[in-house]
T-cell receptor, first 113, second 114 residues
Framework: EAGVVQSPRYKIIEKKQPVAFWCNPI?????LYWYLQNLGQGPELLIR????????DSQLPKDRFSAERLKGVDSTLKIQPAELGDSAVYLC???????????FGQGTRLTVV | GNSVTQMEGPVTLSEEAFLTINCTYT??????LFWYVQYPGEGLQLLLK?????DKGSNKGFEATYRKETTSFHLEKGSVQVPDSAVYFC?????????????FGSGTRLQVQP
């Protein structure tokens, strides 16, 4: 069974440009998470979806970040415009529901120059 | 709010040495506790978990016991090997508070030398 798939693995962009990350969760997993991992730190939650509904987006900087999960399956996370401080690894995870183990993708490493 | 504190790394050990990575937590409810591992170039993987006080999680020779009285969940392994070199994250999930996602510590890098 395929795990959580994220793309791209690496992305380098100039500041003020837009960028998007894509996540395909494990089949049948209703809960999807986006985490931000800064260098040398643990992941921090950006947004959690239950099916297609964003149920916890309190940590998502809504002035420049947006996310969607159409049809409750794949999800995209977008930054527009990107800032230097957005350089980090963006992790996607999924679980059957909020009470079960979360499985993580390999992440997208973003570098803003 | 919830928080997790881990010992800072890197932790450098020789093969077959005993490993302890300390983890303490703060939570308003009764959390579940986890250790995740991140091998170089790979995503986070669940290593072990414990869902209530005095539970012991174990996997691949690693163990951790949920200690409510000391709010700790220290990771131990009796004899580390070179392939154990990775970054280890302690985390908690507290369903009672509504913030139903993992809260992670900052990670501890383990380097095992042959």
């Amino acid at each position: 069974e395929a795990g959580v798939v994220q793309s791209p693995r690496y992305k380098i962009i100039e500041k003020k440009q837009p960028v998007a990350f894509w996540c395909n969760p494990i089949s049948g997993h209703n809960t999807l998470y986006w985490y931000l991992q800064n260098l040398g730190q643990g992941p921090e939650l950006l947004i959690r979806y239950e099916n297609e509904e964003a149920v916890d987006d309190s940590q998502l900087p809504k002035d420049r970040f947006s996310a969607e999960r159409l049809k409750g399956v794949d999800s995209t996370l977008k930054i527009q415009p990107a800032e230097l401080g957005d350089s980090a690894v963006y992790l996607c995870a999924s679980s059957l529901n909020m009470r079960t183990e979360a499985f993580f993708g390999q992440g997208t490493r973003l570098t803003v120059v | 709010g919830n928080s997790v504190t881990q010992m800072e790394g890197p932790v450098t050990l020789s093969e077959e040495a005993f490993l302890t990575i300390n983890c303490t937590y703060t939570a308003t409810g009764y959390p579940s506790l986890f250790w995740y591992v991140q091998y170089p170039g790979e995503g986070l993987q669940l290593l072990l978990k414990a869902t209530k006080a005095d539970d012991k999680g174990s996997n691949k020779g690693f163990e951790a016991t949920y200690r409510k009285e000391t709010t700790s969940f220290h990771l131990e392994k009796g004899s580390v090997q070179v392939p154990d070199s990775a970054v280890y994250f302690c985390a908690l999930s507290d369903l009672d508070t509504g913030r139903r996602a993992l809260t992670f510590g900052s990670g501890t890098r383990l380097q095992v030398q042959p």
